[in-house]
């Protein structure tokens, strides 16, 4: 069975960094073909909205115009994880952020379908 666990997150102030992890356990599909893995975000009274994607079959990156330039996903294989470096935050950054994943033929079907691996969430808050 796969899970996923994100975990990183906290309380920074505009202008400051935190790195998310995304760590998939029971199988590791980081270093699968086919997984979509994306990073989300939802904050009180908001959709829910993708700010990243990771194709695991090459390793392809996408970013919402909300986080281009400011957050990078990479992977680190020895921990079976996926980081989301987040660097310049800003307060509309302030959400709750969740890894999902979904297998997929094509990186085509990756965003704007339904995820069916879904981490917990943890918490980003940013002060102005």
């Known amino acids: 069975q796969i899970r996923l666990a994100d975990s990183g997150g906290g309380s920074v102030q505009a202008g400051g960094s935190l790195r998310l992890s995304c760590a998939s356990s029971?199988?590791?599909?980081?270093?699968?073909?086919?997984?979509?893995i994306a990073w989300f975000r939802q904050a009180p009274g908001k959709e829910r909205e993708e700010v990243a994607l990771?194709?695991?079959?090459?390793?392809?990156?996408y970013y919402s115009d909300s986080v281009k330039g400011r957050f990078t996903v990479s992977q680190d294989n020895t921990k079976n994880t996926l980081n989301l470096q987040m660097n310049n935050l800003e307060p509309e950054d302030s959400a709750k952020y969740y890894c999902?994943?979904?297998?997929?033929?094509?990186?085509?079907?990756?965003?704007?379908?339904?995820?069916?691996?879904w981490g917990q969430g943890t918490q980003v808050t940013v002060s102005a």
């Open positions: 999902a994943a979904r297998v997929s033929t094509s990186i085509s079907r990756c965003r704007g379908y339904e995820y069916n691996l």
């Open positions: 029971g199988v590791n599909i980081i270093t699968l073909s086919n997984y979509c």
């Open positions: 990771f194709w695991s079959s090459d390793g392809t990156t």
